[in-house]
């Protein structure tokens, strides 16, 4: 009775695979004798037989090394054929992957456009508020003297009415932004969907 370790190797055996067959060296035996070699080594050598043997006019050994040559082309096509099959089943996954990856890019690309127009509309904003600053600043002297005879009372609550209005600016902006962000995202989404 055979051990189990023996079963499995020999299951392991079973199930090697067909493409390293094309490398692979077999020991043939055929009519005269035993053949080793790779398969299309094998069938060379065979092929080679054959023709000795039909310019001696022996038809049946002929016949009988074509045969011997006619299974180590059918294994290697098979294991050729597999090969293949492997080689494209490995190129449609790479080209589902670099697809993928694609689309990754470009969704990605357009986030970082939106995200750069966002930065660029709060650039604006911002521009906005260095403009009144640098407006405030051109203000000639008897203009500043008389805002400064207005008291500190009076500057302290438009600077206290301007920062209300900028934060209330922003905080539109922010929330446009955000909107636009928002319909962006959903746009990238429904597209993605549709593929």
Do not use: W
């Amino acid at each position: 009775m055979r051990s189990s370790k023996s079963r499995s190797r020999s299951n392991k055996n079973r199930n090697r695979s067909v493409g390293n067959i094309i490398n692979r060296v077999f020991d043939s035996s055929g009519p005269e004798g035993k053949v080793r070699g790779t398969p299309q080594q094998i069938i060379d050598k065979y092929n080679q037989l054959a023709r000795d043997s039909q310019l001696s006019n022996d038809r049946v050994s002929t016949e009988n090394f074509q045969q011997h040559a006619e299974h180590y082309v059918r294994l290697l096509s098979e294991a050729q054929r597999e090969m293949d099959a492997r080689r494209e089943q490995q190129d449609r996954e790479n080209k589902d992957r670099n697809t993928d990856r694609e689309k990754e890019r470009n969704s990605r690309s357009s986030l970082d456009n939106a995200t750069s127009d966002l930065s660029n509309d709060a650039n604006v904003s911002g521009n906005d508020n260095s403009f009144q600053e640098e407006s405030r600043d051109r203000l000639s002297d008897g203009e500043r003297s008389g805002e400064l005879d207005n008291g500190n009372q009076s500057d302290k609550r438009n600077r206290n009415e301007n920062t209300r209005n900028n934060k209330s600016r922003r905080r539109d902006e922010t929330q446009r932004n955000d909107d636009k962000a928002d319909k962006l995202v959903e746009d990238i989404s429904s597209v993605e969907a549709a593929e």
